[in-house]
């Protein structure tokens, strides 16, 4: 089974920066969707971006275009979401998820229900 382990969050003031970690581990690596997902208090579980870890291709949501970026390090099984220009809207927990992709269109996979595998979650709390 897939086991995801997360690393990397804490605490910035708006403008700052975090990279948050997830380490892939239990399944073949290339083959997989990878998300981040985050969910504010209160709030419904929000789909941040993707990476296709076979094709390198990512997709992110429109709240972060600009300021998120995720990568990859596929020699490590490990999937990045570098955070710029943080605001404070940004608070959240932070999730990462993995799903085998059979069919390429990891860009089509936003919803929670779309991830069979989920890391612990990572708190990320910006201050004004």
């Known amino acids: 089974q897939v086991q995801l382990v997360e690393s990397g969050g804490g605490s910035v003031q708006a403008g700052g920066s975090l990279r948050l970690s997830c380490l892939v581990s239990g399944a073949p690596y290339m083959t997989n969707c990878v998300a981040w997902f985050r969910q504010a208090p209160g709030e419904e579980r929000e789909w941040v971006g993707v990476?296709?870890?076979?094709?390198?291709?990512?997709q992110h949501a429109d709240s972060v275009k600009g300021r998120f970026t995720i990568s990859q390090d596929s020699d490590r099984n490990t999937v990045y979401l570098q955070m710029n220009s943080l605001k404070p809207e940004d608070t959240a927990t932070f999730y990462c998820?993995?799903?085998?992709?059979?069919?390429?269109?990891?860009?089509?996979?936003?919803?929670?229900?779309?991830?069979?595998?989920w890391g612990q979650g990572t708190q990320v709390t910006v201050s004004s």
């Open positions: 998820a993995a799903e085998r992709n059979t069919n390429g269109r990891c860009y089509a996979r936003r919803k929670t229900e779309d991830y069979s595998y």
């Open positions: 990476i296709n870890t076979g094709a390198y291709s990512t």
